[in-house]
């Protein structure tokens, strides 16, 4: 199967790399002079399902949370991906309300979601002053990370050129054809 992939972002890349290690024939079509130079290099790239709603949403993104967690098996190392989890705390009451409902809604849909002490907190952020959290409860994700997209971008392409694909920069697309079935 030959497959030309529009884009190399996060998703462009993730994508020719597992098409390219399934066997297809790849092609990766860049139109910026340097990968990561669009939305993928302007994004935090927040790993997380703690907002997602409805329930499929939120499923997708616990999905696409494993994915990157499963990497681990494929490669040596995984410098782009940052675990250790992420924590919130609210001011207001209403905010703290909400906070609690979605806290509870995310423990029954299976996701890992916790309340933690000011200790814990203090232990896994050394640096936030917990004066500012005073006595807002601490909702703590572990599960949750980032990702550096740039290096992420690089090291999905290098492994997609490993199984043969080609990426072509400075490369854009300005109309695709479609004759009898075919692109």
Do not use: C
Not at 16 to 43: D, I, K, N, P, Q
Not at 122 to 132: G, K, N, Q, S, V
């Amino acid at each position: 199967m030959n497959v030309a992939v529009i884009g190399a972002g996060a998703v462009g890349a993730a994508v020719a790399y597992r098409l390219a290690s399934s066997g297809a024939r790849v092609t990766v079509f860049e139109a910026a002079e340097r990968l990561g130079a669009g939305t993928s290099g302007r994004s935090f790239a927040w790993l997380n399902s703690n907002e997602k709603t409805p329930r499929v949403y939120h499923d997708l993104n616990v999905a696409g949370m494993r994915a990157h967690a499963e990497l681990r098996s494929e490669f040596d190392s995984l410098p782009w991906l940052h675990a250790g989890g992420s924590v919130e705390w609210f001011s207001g009451e209403a905010e703290r309300v909400a906070q609690r409902s979605r806290v509870e809604r995310l423990q029954g849909w299976g996701y890992a979601a916790e309340w933690i002490t000011p200790a814990l907190l203090h232990e896994l952020e050394p640096d936030i002053d917990l004066a500012t959290v005073d006595d807002a409860p601490v909702a703590y994700f572990p599960e949750e990370g980032w990702l550096d997209p740039v290096p992420y971008v690089h090291a999905m392409l290098r492994a997609a050129q490993m199984h043969g694909a080609q990426v072509r920069v400075g490369a854009s697309v300005e109309h695709v054809h479609v004759a009898g079935g075919r692109v």
